[in-house]
């Protein structure tokens, strides 16, 4: 995970925002929670929002707040849907 955010803000080696996410997934399958958040911005700058929700949803499931709050942030945009927002919220508590 950490090596994924300097790859990615260029801290201490060049920046290399393909090996910042190649960092991210290892350090997402691996269990850290903050990773597969950072994975769900990602999907969400790139466009790509159903994955950005799948993501925060896994990372809110595994008790990341910020991930649940980015979820309700999309279920109010009309992103996510109310379904992935209750799951969400479930799995949080």
């Not at 896994?58 to 009309?78: T, Y």
């Not at 996510?80 to 209750?86: D, F, I, N, V």
Request: hydrophobic share 40%.
């Amino acid at each position: 995970f950490n090596l994924g955010n300097a790859y990615d803000l260029g801290e201490g080696i060049p920046q290399d925002s393909a090996k910042a996410l190649r960092q991210w997934e290892r350090a997402a399958t691996q269990g850290s929670v903050s990773a597969r958040h950072n994975l769900g911005i990602h999907e969400w700058d790139q466009g790509n929002y159903e994955r950005g929700v799948k993501h925060f949803l896994i990372a809110a499931k595994m008790g990341a707040k910020i991930s649940l709050d980015s979820i309700k942030d999309m279920f109010v945009e009309g992103v996510a849907s109310k379904e992935q927002y209750a799951d969400a919220l479930k799995g949080y508590q």
